[in-house]
């Protein structure tokens, strides 16, 4: 009985252990800054330079990419999707 209990408790230490320092290991994930509801207003209006600007200063984005069919995700980054007039249809993160 005591060798038994004396095998779990290491494993367990052991398996505590393992997970820790993996755990430290993972890259720390930053804050999100892009708030697309700040922006949500301008939703309709025609994509001019000056809408564009307006719209990443306040949303707060690190980057921004307008009908981009990029897949790497980065929450810091804000979306715009238009129309073929170039009037805006959806803004969003991601």
Known sequence: ????LTTGLLAGLFLAVTLTSAHANEPEQSAQRCDARRVTYLIGEYLSRSVRDEAFRESRATSIKV????LDPDNNRLQIRTDINLDIIAIYCG
Do not use: H, Q, V
Not at 1 to 4: A, D, H, P, Q, Y
Not at 67 to 70: F, I, Y
């Open 67 to 70: 009908n981009s069919r990029d």
């Open 1 to 4: 009985m005591k060798n038994f």
